[in-house]
Nanobody, 120 residues
Framework: QVQLVESGGGLVQSGGSLRLSCAAS????????VGWFRQAPGKEREAVLC????????YYTDSVKGRFTISRDDGKKSVYLQMNNLKPEDTGVYFC?????????????WGRGTQVTVSS
């Protein structure tokens, strides 16, 4: 059983940066794709981006291109989401997820989320 825990969320001003971490326990993430999702208040959860087991990156939300990047440290069983030039519309709960392949929705393992709030 893969357990995922997100951290690094918080309150930041527009234009600021945050780095979210997704830490795994139970299994190494070496052979997993890890995706980040977010859910804004009153909206459905949306896929943001994903990193495959071979470090291929897929963006699912055009608005974060050029601002968000994803990386992994398999030795630390962690995946990171670097978010720069944050905007108020980036506010939401951010979840990491893991499965064998990247996709925009189907993942077997999920964390509980971390809140990101961007003030204008």
């Amino acid at each position: 059983q893969v357990q995922l825990v997100e951290s690094g969320g918080g309150l930041v001003q527009s234009g600021g940066s945050l780095r979210l971490s997704c830490a795994a326990s139970g299994y190494t993430l070496n052979y997993f794709a890890v995706g980040w999702f977010r859910q804004a208040p009153g909206k459905e959860r949306e896929a943001v981006l994903c990193i495959s087991s071979r470090d291929g990156i897929t963006y699912y939300t055009d608005s974060v291109k050029g601002r968000f990047t994803i990386s992994r440290d398999d030795g630390k069983k962690s995946v990171y989401l670097q978010m720069n030039n944050l905007k108020p519309e980036d506010t939401g709960v951010y979840f990491c997820s893991a499965d064998l392949e990247c996709s925009s929705s189907l993942y077997n393992y999920w964390g509980r989320g971390t809140q990101v709030t961007v003030s204008s």
